[in-house]
Nanobody
Framework: VQLQASGGGLVQAGGSLRLSCAAS????????MGWFRQAPGKEREFVAA????????YYVDSVKGRFTISRDNAKNTVYLQMNSLTPEDTAVYYC???????????????WGQGTEVTVSS
């Protein structure tokens, strides 16, 4: 599956953004979808994931209660709604797909190109 992320931008602290990740291919609904981010000078980290039906979601502790991952299989799209953003959320955000369990992080084998999120204080 090919992925293309969008929706990043510059936002003030406390603001919101919604990232989208559009997938090509008819097998989108069979994949676990995840969002990762990489801040300047830091390693890439897991942010959130959603199972193929959208009934189970998973988050890193630092975004719980602020970010919401969702998917629309009819539109082949996964979203990341980000609220109450802080400067610590500044990063390039990537969507990714895996046919394995969500936390087999090295098993995500399809990646989008990344969309940059900058949160100003």
């Amino acid at each position: 599956v090919q992925l293309q992320a969008s929706g990043g931008g510059l936002v003030q602290a406390g603001g919101s953004l919604r990232l989208s990740c559009a997938a090509s291919g008819r097998t989108f609904s069979s994949y676990v979808m995840g969002w990762f981010r990489q801040a300047p000078g830091k390693e890439r980290e897991f942010v959130a994931a959603i199972n193929w039906r959208g009934r189970s979601t998973y988050y890193v502790d630092s975004v719980k209660g602020r970010f919401t991952i969702s998917r629309d299989n009819a539109k082949n799209t996964v979203y990341l709604q980000m609220n109450s953003l802080t400067p610590e959320d500044t990063a390039v955000y990537y969507c990714a797909a895996t046919s394995h369990y969500y936390n087999d992080y090295d098993k995500y084998d399809s990646w989008g190109q990344g969309t940059e999120v900058t949160v100003s204080s």
